[in-house]
C-alpha cells in the first residue's frame, strides 16, 4: 500500500503551522530559531513528497540546497544568540529592539 | 580714404573708444581717457565730414547709397542684413549727431573733471555715439531698431550715471520702462512691416509701395505703431513723463541724448518712413495732433519750473511737438530742420545751463541764483543767444525752422488753424519761459549767499563748446534765409529728394506751389511780422515785466489764479494720475496676488508641499519599524497570507 501524496502534505502543512505560530508566538530567541527549523524541515517533507510522487529528482536537490542553507544559518544564528546573551543576559527577543527608528 | 565704401569705419571708432576706455580705462589717468573718448569721436566727425563731400560727388542715381556687409539673419523668406546706407537725410543726421557729440564730449571733460566713474561716463557716452550713428545709418527697421534699443540703454545707463542715488537710479528705471512701452507699438509695427512687404529694408519697402498701393487702413496701422515707438523715443504725450525725469543725469548727459540726438530718433524715423506716413493721412493728422497739443502743453508746465534744467526739459519735450507737427502736416523737411536748429540751440541751452550749476556750486533752483550776468559772461551771453535762438526772434536759427513749420501748419498741403493756434501759443509760452529763466538766471539780485558761494566762469574745455554752438544757433538756420528774399531753402531744396522719391503723386505737386507762392519782399515782410515772430517778442516783453520790472506781478497773478496754478505747478498732476492708474493698481496686484498667492501659495506651495508630504509620510511609517522581532515576524506571516490569498482567491491561480 501506497501512502498517498496529500497524507505527506497535510503532515506537512501541520509542521509549517506550528512553525508559525511558534516563531510569532514565542519569546525565546532559541525557540523562534527552533520553530524557523521547524518550517524549514516542513517545506523538506513537502518536497520529498512531490519528489516521489512525480519520480522526479528535483525535489530531492532542493532539499539538499536547504539542509545546506539551514546548516550555514544555524551556524550564523547561534553565533548571534551567543553574542546575544552575552551582552544582554537573556534570550527574550523583546529586550532585544534597539534597531529601531 | 573712400568713407562711402567703408561705412563701416565711422560705427567701428565710437565703439572702439567705448571697448577701450570701459575696458582699460579704470586705472588709467583722466587725460588718457580723454584722448581715446574725444580721439574716436573727433575722428568719427572726420569720417562723416570726408563722407558728406563724397556723398555730395555721388551720381544722383546712385544716391540713397547702400553698404550691405552681411547677412545677419534669414529664416524662410525673412531676411536681415546688416545694411548701412547714406541719403541727404542721413547726412543730415550724422553731422548733426556727431558735431554736437564732438563738442559734448569736449565739454564733458570739463563738467565731469571732479567725478568719480570718468572713464565709465566717456565710455558709455562713446557707447551712445556708437548706437546713434548705427540707428541714423541703417537700411532697414531691424538694424535701426537695434540702434534705437541701444540708445535707449545708453540713457538709462547715462541717466543712473550717479546710481547711488534713489532718484537718479528711479529716473533710469522709469525712462527705461516708458520708452519700453511705446517700442512694444514699434516692434509690432516693424512686424506689420514685414508681414506687408515681406521684407525690412527701406528701399525695398518704398519700391514697393510706390508700385504696389496697399489699403490705406493698413497703412495707417502701421504708421500709428510705428509712432507709438516714436511717441515713447521722442517723449511725447502721454509717454512724455519720462524726459523731465531724466534731468537726473550729468548735464552734458542731458544736452546730448535728451535734447540734441536721442530724443529726436523719433521724428527721424517719422521722416524716414515718410511714404508710408505720405499715404495714410489719418496717421498723419494724430501726428500733427500730438506734436501741437505736446508743443503746447509742455510749454505750459514749463512756465512754472524752478529747477534750471527741468525747464529745459519741458522745453525739449515742447519743441520735439513742433518736430512732430512739421512732419505731421507733411513738411518733413521742415521738421528735419527744426531738429538740427533745435540740437544746435537746446544742446547750448543745456550746456549753458552745466556751466551755472558747476559755477554755483551743484545748485540747479534758479529762485537761488540772480545777478549771475557780470560774474559768467561767457555763459551768459552764449545762453542770451540760445534762448534768442529758441524763441524765434528773426536772425537766429530757431526762428528760420520754427517759422517753416508753422508756415506749413497754416498754409501747407495739411494745414490745419487749430494745429497752427496751438503751435503759436506754444511760441508765445517758449519765449517767456526762457526769458524767464535768463532774467531769474543773470539779472536781478543775487539771491544765495555770496561769502558761500564762489561764482566762477568755466575753463576753457567748457567755454570753447559753448561758444561753437552759440555760432551754429546763430547761423545754423541761415540755410533757409534765401527763401525769404525770393531765393530756395537750401535746406529744403537738399532733402528734397528724400521726401518725394517716393512720395504719392498729390503731395510732389504741393510741395512745388508752395514753395514758389509769394514774391520776394512780401515773403520777407510777412515772415517778420507774422504771429510767431510777435507772440514770440510778446513773451519777451512779458517776461521782461514780470521778472525784471515788477518781481510782484507773477505771484500776485498766482494768488489770483490758485487753481490753474497750482495745476500747472503740479505738472496737471500727470505723474500722480499714472501713479494712481496704472503704477499702485500694478504694485497692488504684483504684491498681492502675484506675490502672496501665486508665488507664495500656489509655486512655493506645491514645491513644499510635496516635501512636506513625503517627510510627514515617512513620519508616520517608521513608527512601524518597532525594533521587536517578533512583529516583525507576524508582517512576514501577515504578507505571506496576504499574498497566499491574493494569488488563490483574487486572482484563481489554483
Known amino acids: 500500500m501506497i501512502v498517498p501524496v496529500s497524507y505527506y502534505l497535510v503532515l506537512s502543512a501541520i509542521l509549517f503551522g506550528l512553525g508559525v505560530v511558534a516563531f510569532v508566538f514565542k519569546r525565546n530567541v532559541i525557540t523562534i530559531f527552533m520553530s524557523i527549523e521547524l518550517m524549514l524541515n516542513a517545506v523538506n517533507l513537502a518536497f520529498v513528497a512531490f519528489a516521489r510522487a512525480h519520480n522526479q529528482l528535483d525535489g530531492l536537490v532542493f532539499v539538499f540546497f536547504v539542509i545546506v542553507v539551514a546548516a550555514a544559518e544555524a551556524a550564523v544564528g547561534l553565533a548571534i544568540v551567543i553574542m546575544l546573551a552575552r551582552n544582554r543576559e537573556s534570550l527574550n527577543v523583546e529586550r532585544v529592539n534597539l534597531l529601531k527608528f | 580714404m573712400p568713407i562711402l565704401s567703408h561705412l563701416w569705419i565711422i560705427l567701428a571708432l565710437p565703439l572702439a573708444g567705448s571697448a577701450v576706455n570701459g575696458l582699460l580705462g579704470k586705472r588709467w589717468p583722466k587725460s588718457a581717457v580723454n584722448s581715446v573718448a574725444i580721439g574716436a569721436v573727433s575722428l568719427t566727425f572726420l569720417a562723416v565730414v570726408e563722407l558728406v563731400r563724397e556723398f555730395l560727388y555721388l551720381p544722383v542715381d546712385q544716391i540713397p547709397y547702400v553698404g550691405n556687409y552681411f547677412t545677419w539673419m534669414a529664416a524662410g523668406n525673412f531676411r536681415v542684413d546688416f545694411a548701412l546706407q547714406v541719403d541727404q537725410l542721413t547726412v543730415v543726421m550724422l553731422l548733426v549727431v556727431s558735431f554736437v557729440g564732438m563738442l ?60 547711488l542715488k534713489k532718484s537718479a537710479a528711479d529716473a533710469g528705471k522709469k525712462a527705461f520702462i516708458t520708452t519700453r512701452i511705446g517700442d512694444l507699438g514699434f516692434t509690432i509695427g516693424i512686424l506689420f512691416v514685414f508681414a506687408t512687404f515681406q521684407s525690412v529694408d527701406f528701399g525695398t ?123 505731421g502736416v507733411g513738411a518733413y523737411a521742415a521738421g528735419i530742420f527744426h531738429l538740427m536748429t533745435h540740437a544746435f540751440f ?41 534762448t534768442l535762438a529758441i524763441a524765434g526772434i528773426p536772425g537766429f536759427a530757431g526762428f528760420f525752422s520754427k517759422d517753416e513749420i508753422l508756415e506749413a501748419a497754416q498754409s501747407g498741403p495739411h494745414a490745419n488753424w487749430i494745429l497752427w493756434l496751438l503751435g503759436v501759443a506754444g511760441a508765445a509760452l517758449t519765449s517767456f519761459y526762457m526769458f524767464r529763466l535768463v532774467f531769474l538766471t543773470f539779472f536781478g539780485k543775487p539771491r544765495y549767499d555770496e561769502h558761500e558761494v564762489h561764482v566762477h566762469e568755466s575753463p576753457r574745455n567748457m567755454t570753447v563748446p559753448l561758444m561753437i554752438l552759440a555760432f551754429c544757433s546763430i547761423f545754423g538756420g541761415w540755410f533757409a534765409a534765401p527763401k525769404l528774399i525770393g531765393g530756395i531753402d537750401h535746406f529744403s531744396k537738399f532733402l528734397d529728394p528724400v521726401f ?122 517608521r513608527k512601524l519599524q518597532s525594533g521587536n522581532t517578533r512583529s516583525y515576524a507576524a508582517w512576514v506571516v501577515i504578507g505571506a497570507v496576504g499574498f497566499t490569498v491574493l494569488l488563490l482567491v483574487v486572482l484563481g491561480m489554483r
Not at chain 2, 543745456?350 to 540772480?370: T, Y
Not at chain 2, 510767431?532 to 512779458?542: Q, S
Open chain 2, 205 to 327: 519697402i518704398f519700391k514697393d509701395l510706390a508700385q504696389n498701393p496697399r489699403s490705406e487702413a493698413l497703412l495707417t496701422t502701421i504708421c500709428i505703431l510705428l509712432f507709438t515707438g516714436a511717441v515713447g523715443k521722442s517723449a511725447q504725450l502721454p509717454l512724455y513723463v519720462w524726459l523731465p525725469d531724466a534731468m537726473e543725469g550729468p548735464t552734458p548727459v542731458s544736452a546730448l541724448i535728451h535734447a540734441a540726438t536721442m530724443v529726436t530718433a523719433g521724428v527721424y524715423m517719422v521722416a524716414r518712413m515718410n511714404p508710408l506716413f505720405s499715404r495714410a493721412p489719418i496717421a498723419m493728422l494724430i501726428v500733427a495732433i500730438v506734436g501741437a497739443v505736446t508743443a503746447f502743453y509742455a510749454a505750459t508746465i514749463g512756465l512754472m519750473q524752478t529747477d534750471i534744467k527741468k525747464v529745459l526739459a519741458y522745453s525739449t519735450v515742447s519743441q520735439l511737438g513742433y518736430m512732430f507737427l512739421g512732419c
Open chain 2, 104 to 163: 559734448i564730449h569736449i565739454y564733458s571733460t570739463g563738467y565731469m573733471a571732479h567725478q568719480g566713474g570718468y572713464y565709465r561716463f566717456f565710455s558709455y557716452l562713446n557707447l551712445f555715439m556708437f548706437f546713434m550713428l548705427t540707428l541714423v545709418l541703417a537700411a532697414n527697421l531691424v538694424v535701426m531698431f537695434v540702434g534705437w534699443e541701444g540708445v535707449g540703454l545708453c540713457s538709462y545707463l547715462l541717466i543712473g550715471f550717479w546710481f
Open chain 2, 500 to 621: 518725394t522719391m517716393y512720395a504719392p503723386a498729390a503731395t510732389e505737386s504741393a510741395a512745388v506751389v508752395s514753395e514758389s507762392a509769394a514774391s520776394p519782399g512780401l515773403a520777407l515782410f510777412h515772415a517778420l511780422t507774422g504771429w510767431p515772430v510777435i507772440v514770440a517778442i510778446l513773451g519777451l516783453l512779458v517776461a521782461w515785466w514780470f521778472y525784471i520790472k515788477s518781481p510782484e506781478t507773477p505771484k500776485k497773478l498766482a494768488q489770483s489764479m490758485h487753481g490753474l496754478y497750482s495745476l500747472i505747478f503740479h505738472k496737471y498732476y500727470v505723474d500722480e494720475i499714472y501713479a494712481a492708474l496704472i503704477v499702485r493698481p500694478l504694485l497692488w496686484i504684483s504684491t498681492n496676488v502675484l506675490w502672496h498667492v501665486v508665488d507664495e501659495k500656489i509655486i512655493d506651495g506645491t514645491v513644499n508641499g510635496v516635501g512636506t508630504a513625503a517627510r510627514e509620510s515617512g513620519g508616520e511609517m
Open chain 2, 346 to 386: 537746446k544742446g547750448l541751452l543745456f550746456l549753458c545751463a552745466g556751466s551755472v550749476i558747476h559755477a554755483m556750486g551743484d545748485e540747479q533752483d534758479m529762485m537761488k541764483m540772480g545777478g549771475l550776468r557780470k560774474k559768467i559772461p561767457i555763459t551768459y551771453w552764449t545762453m542770451l543767444i540760445a
